[in-house]
Structures are given as structure tokens and as C-alpha cells.
């Protein structure tokens, strides 16, 4: 698809990256063969999505779920991440690239966490991508653990239940800052949001694609873009008022 072509380009772009380790599967080979393959999928399609001007991009890298996994493969992606993370550093000066990550980040690794910190420190004045990973990351735990800090005020009597509405509870998310996405998408074809951002994609619009995430282009994340833009997004109204408010804007 060409650039002309994309004429809507969404604020906030939200990805499932799975199917590595199946991809790796299916050409007989090791599955961290599958993510040293998607690490580099992902330097592209944060380079693509810096140069269509998307505003928001989140990375769903590392479930509270994938601490299941086997101890050789949880380590293995752990030292894939570190090294991602100083690799990248220059990208993110470069590309004036904003840097962030939630999730319970404490379970990470002391060597990642510093990693993560560095990046945070160096692009936090960028004003270009906000580039944010989910990592050791559920979305069922962010709400519970936004509910516990709205507990503690109403506690304390910092807050009365009557105050809480849907703009506080947003505010005691990981991150508050965070615009709902625009365009969720995720590879592997499994239909399933697999805990990711439960609160924030209430009505994002959902992008499934076959290819696993080794194999995803920059051509993919174009088709995505453009199904998007074929969509109406009515939150809740008719489309005869949509028509009517984009006339009188």
C-alpha cells in the first residue's frame, strides 16, 4: 500500500506479538530462533510506525502469564530484552522516540530493570513516539491494583466513593497518560485479547491476522491501517449522528 493511500493514521496502536516460538516450530527449529527473529520485527515496525507519524505505540513484550513458561526460555527472552533495550537506545535519540514500560516491573530482572531505567532517563525529554512495553504485564492485575490505590484514599479520606468515576480510576492506572488505542492488533490468529489493556480497549478497534509475528511487515501493519480506515467508529451512537457531527465540524 502506498503512502498516499493512508489517509487516517490511528493516534495509538496497540500489538499482540505472538507466534514466535511457532514459528520457530514449524521450521524445526529452537524457539528462541522465533523471538531473535521477532526482536528484529520489532526494530521495523517501531522505525515505520515513527515515519507515518503514529502517536502512540504499545508492545505487549512480556505477559505476567509468560513467567510460566520454562525457566531456559523465561531466561532467554530475559537476556533477549536486555539486549534490545541497549541496542535501541540510539533509535530512541535518533527517532526522538519517548520511552516507557508498565507491568510489574520489579519481577523483571535487576540487569532489565536498569536497562529499562537508562532508556526511560534518555528519551523522557523526546516529544516524537511514546514507544511503551508491557512487561511482565496483565491487564487484570493493572485494574486491581489501580482499585487498591483508590482503597487506600477512600481509607484515608483523601477521597469519597462518590468522587470515583471513570476519569479517576483512569488516573490510578500504570499509566495514566496513556490515550485508549485506536487499532489493536495482533498475529498469530488466536482470537483472544489474552489480558492485554482490558480497561483501555474497551472500543478499540480489533486487527487479526494469521501471519505470526516473525513474518509481519511493515506491508502488514499498512493492510491493518487501511482496514481501519474503512471502519466507522460510532462509540455507542448511531451512524446518522456521526454523519451529522462530522458536518458540523
Known sequence: MKDKEIDNIPSHIAIIMDGNGRWAQSRNCPRIMGHQRGAKVVEKIIKECVR?????????????ENWRRPVEEVDYLMNLLQKFLAKERKNLVENNICFSAIGDLGRLPKAVCQELQKSIEISCKNNGLKLCLALSYGGRSEIVDATK??????????????????SIFKEH??????????????????????????????????????????????????????DFNKRERRFGKTSAQIKVNSKIS
Open 52 to 64: 507515518l507519524g503514529v502517536e502512540q505505540l504499545t508492545l505487549y513484550t512480556f505477559s505476567e
Open 149 to 166: 490505590k483508590i482503597a487506600e484514599k477512600v481509607a484515608l479520606g483523601t477521597l469519597n466513593v462518590e468522587e470515583i468515576n471513570h
Open 173 to 226: 492506572l500504570y499509566k495514566p497518560d496513556m490515550s485508549d488505542p485506536d487499532l489493536f492488533i495482533r498475529t498469530g490468529g488466536d482470537m483472544r485479547i489474552s489480558n492485554f489493556l482490558l480497561w483501555q480497549i474497551s472500543y478499540t478497534e480489533l486487527w487479526i491476522t494469521d501471519k505470526m509475528w516473525p513474518e509481519f511487515s511493515k506491508e502488514d501493519l499498512h493492510d491493518a491501517i487501511a
